[in-house]
């Protein structure tokens, strides 16, 4: 439409005049890139949909360009969260959150490009591994305390440190005086640094260590040999400058305080392992309402998951409501006051 416009403006534009035919081009070309933008912007917003609905999509030749984005991955969790808070019964909304965020970790760290990269040599493992780090890195952008998921998703994987973000160790990375850590770290471990600015506690898989150890200090890597004790050196350093070993860092605060969102629910305990196991059992009818799960009313199953939680079983009651007071207890204000709740 804008180049046929163009044309006709260019075939008249002796009739118009240089002035007329000015401002009518530069409205024409404004136009165009108006429809552009909108275009482009409801292609955006239709893959953050589909998505939510389909994680594995993210996998799609249709959907991978707007995905590599930087805030794709912060408005899929923004438009995941409001689906999520439309369901009214919590146990289903616990447990389909939940779901959701196991089949993202696996969508975006999949079996097929992890047994590839595992079998493959170091150079017909590169394309791979460039999946499986962007897939890393994509999840740690969601900021919804992504890292055990991913470290245990990693090590199901039999995927090790080592061979993911592989050191290239050479002398002059460490041996010249002026070197610049954070630039020579993107030479000799490329990938890493980008993941620790997201979530520095990724340190400990780096590095091999347990997460529950302490953190560790220049002292810790004493023992290294020099090339390896200056890799593990730059990247504490990374870790540190972007927070250290700090879970609000990469599992914000999503309270009603920090966040209009309200975040998402995690209920745990028995009776929700027994619910999460009945409606994911798929060889047998489910005794909870699937159809209408969002006001969990769409049949008299539906009403009774809710009977079971507001009459008797307190531990049933409990669960839930120990879940809500954790959405709703600020941990960023409960740092402050130095209380370990996170």
């Known amino acids: 439409m804008a180049h046929a416009l163009q044309e006709c403006l260019d075939d008249n534009a002796e009739k118009l005049g240089s002035g007329l035919y000015k401002d009518l081009s530069d409205l024409s070309m404004k136009i165009a890139q108006q429809y552009e933008e909108s275009q482009d912007d409801a292609e955006f917003v239709s893959c953050v949909r589909v998505v ?35 369901i009214q019964n919590p146990r289903m909304r616990s447990a389909m959150g939940k779901a959701w965020k196991k089949d993202m970790v696996e969508s975006l760290l999949d079996s097929y490009s992890a047994q590839a990269f595992v079998k493959a040599t170091d150079e017909g493992g590169q394309p791979y591994r460039k999946k499986l780090q962007d897939g890393v890195l994509k999840l740690f952008k969601m900021k919804i ?23 290239t160790l050479d002398s002059s990375c460490y041996l010249h005086p002026f070197t610049d850590k954070k630039e020579l770290l993107d030479l000799c471990m490329p990938g890493a640094k980008e993941c620790l600015a997201l979530e520095p506690r990724f340190l400990y898989w780096l590095t091999e260590s347990a997460t529950g150890e302490a953190w560790p200090t220049a002292h810790s890597f004493a023992q290294k040999p020099p090339e390896m004790k200056w890799i593990l050196n730059a990247l504490l350093d990374i870790a540190n400058e972007h927070g250290g070993n700090d879970p609000l860092i990469n599992s914000p605060c999503m309270c009603m305080q920090c966040s209009q969102s309200g975040g998402f629910i995690d209920i745990v305990g028995e009776y929700q392992e027994m ?32 009977s079971q939680d507001k009459k008797g079983m307190p531990g049933a009651k409990r669960e839930i409501y120990d879940a809500y007071n954790r959405a709703n207890v600020c941990r960023a204000a409960a740092k402050k006051r130095k209380f370990d709740i996170c």
Do not use: Q
């Open 275 to 306: 619910f999460e196991k009945t409606l994911f059992n798929v060889d047998v009818v489910p005794c909870i309402c699937t159809y209408s799960y969002d006001s969990g009313a769409g049949s008299s199953n539906g009403w009774k998951v809710w």
């Open 52 to 86: 939510s609905a389909i994680p594995n999509a993210i996998n799609s030749s249709a959907v991978r360009y707007h995905a590599m984005e930087d805030d794709f991955m912060e408005a899929l969790v923004n438009y995941k969260v409001k689906e999520l808070r439309k």
């Open 145 to 167: 305390g992504m890292l055990e998921s991913v470290t245990a998703r990693l090590d199901d994987l039999g995927i090790l440190a080592s061979k993911l973000f592989p050191a």
